[in-house]
């Protein structure tokens, strides 16, 4: 008897570990593998992918713990390309990369006017 309840108690537990919210998600797509990393809350923190040698590759988007946007980028093995957009409060930071050097950076906030239509 004493068995019987030690092996449900131990499904129990690996039933609720095996369900974590929070566990990072890997799904292979040809040669690129998609990462999905989660905050301790459950929400998305970033998404993004790896090519065949383990290299950052494509679009990265990264979430704060409330599901806000903070960061858009894209990877080229490994190093950041063209341009990113980091989000803090009611600034928008436009970074140019080439080749993981900055190149340009431009701020904005909600009082900045990027274009008037007349």
Known sequence: MKKIVLVIVMLCVGF?????KTQTKLEKK???????????NGE???KGAFNADGKLQGEWI??????????????????????WFFWEG???QEVDY???????????NNKTKVAVNK
């Open 90 to 92: 009611d600034s928008l």
């Open 30 to 40: 040809g040669d690129l593998t998609i990462a999905t990393y989660y905050h301790d």
């Open 16 to 20: 609720t570990y095996g369900q974590d």
């Open 62 to 83: 990264s979430f704060d713990s409330e599901g806000n946007k903070v960061a858009l980028g894209t990877y080229e093995a490994g190093k950041k390309v063209g341009k």
């Open 44 to 46: 998305v923190q970033q």
């Open 98 to 108: 080439i080749d993981s050097r900055i190149v340009t950076v431009n701020k904005w």
